[in-house]
C-alpha cells in the first residue's frame, strides 16, 4: 500500500495570513504516460463530508476559491491557503488515487491563531 | 444534480454483518465514467477506503479488511451495496458512499452514516 504522511499534524494562523500543509506518499504517485500526479486534496468541516479542493495536485475543483492551491510532484506535495478566511477552519487530508487501495493522509487541522 | 444517500442499520451487534445501501439520484449508476465507493471514517479518526464498484460489477477492496467486505450493485434500483462481515468495535464509523472518478478524485459525497457496533 501507499502510505501518506503529513504535516504538521495541525497549525494555528491569522486570518489573512497563509497556511500550508504538507503531504508526503511512500512512493511517487506520478503517472509517466500523462505526467498527472494522482493526487488530491480535500476539506473537512465538522459534520460534514469531506470536500474536494484540488486533483491532479494542482488543479482546483469547480467553485473551489483561488486562494487554495496545491502544488508538488512525485512524492511530495503541498496545500496552500493563501489568505486564510474563518470558513477554512476544517481538517485537511491528501488521497492518493493512483493505485489501490487509494489511501488517506492523517488529515491535517487549520485553526484561527 | 446528482446525490447520493447512504441508508441502513445505526446499530450492529459484534459478530454480525453490516449492511448499508447507497442510493444515486439524479443521474445513472451505469456511467462508464464513475466507480461507486465507500469510505470510513472511525468517530474523532482519519478516513479510510473500504472499495468500489463499476457498473458492470467489477470492484476494488482494501485488502486490510481481510476479505470481510463485500460490495455489490443493482443498476435497476440505482443503488450500490457495503457488507462488512464478523463486525467488531473496531468498525464503529461513519460510513460514506461517493462517486469515484479515477482520474478526478471523489468530487461527490454522501453525508454519511453513522454505524455503531454494540451489543
Redesign the interface.
Given at each position: 500500500?501507499i502510505v501518506m504522511t503529513q504535516s504538521p499534524d495541525s497549525l494555528a494562523v491569522s486570518l489573512g495570513e497563509r497556511a500550508t500543509i504538507n503531504c508526503k506518499s511512500s512512493q511517487s504517485v506520478l503517472y509517466s504516460s500523462n505526467n498527472?500526479n494522482y493526487l488530491?486534496w480535500?476539506q473537512q468541516k465538522p459534520g460534514?463530508?469531506?470536500?474536494?479542493l484540488i486533483?491532479?495536485a494542482s488543479t482546483r475543483?469547480s467553485g473551489v476559491p483561488d486562494r487554495f492551491s496545491g502544488s508538488g510532484s512525485g512524492t511530495d506535495f503541498t496545500l496552500t491557503i493563501s489568505s486564510l478566511q474563518a470558513e477554512d477552519v476544517a481538517v485537511y487530508?491528501c488521497?492518493q488515487?493512483y493505485t489501490?487501495?487509494?489511501?488517506?493522509?492523517?488529515?491535517t487541522k487549520v485553526g484561527i491563531k | 444534480q446528482v446525490q447520493l444517500q447512504e441508508s441502513g442499520p445505526g446499530l450492529v451487534k459484534p459478530s454480525e454483518t453490516l449492511s448499508l445501501t447507497c442510493t444515486v439520484s439524479g443521474g445513472s449508476i451505469s456511467s462508464s465514467s464513475y466507480y461507486w465507493g465507500w469510505i470510513r471514517q472511525p468517530p474523532g479518526k482519519g478516513l479510510e477506503w473500504i472499495g468500489s464498484i463499476f457498473y458492470t460489477g467489477s470492484t476494488y477492496d482494501n485488502p486490510s479488511l481481510k476479505s470481510r467486505v463485500s460490495i455489490s450493485i443493482d443498476t435497476s434500483r440505482n443503488r450500490f451495496s457495503l457488507k462488512v462481515s464478523s463486525v467488531t468495535a473496531a468498525d464503529t464509523a461513519v460510513y460514506y458512499c461517493a462517486r469515484e472518478d479515477h482520474n478526478f478524485g471523489n468530487a461527490l459525497w454522501g453525508q454519511g452514516t453513522l454505524v455503531t457496533v454494540s451489543s
Open positions: 500500500d498527472k488530491a480535500y460534514q463530508p469531506p470536500k474536494l486533483y491532479w475543483e487530508y488521497q488515487y489501490t487501495p487509494f489511501t488517506f493522509g492523517p488529515g | -
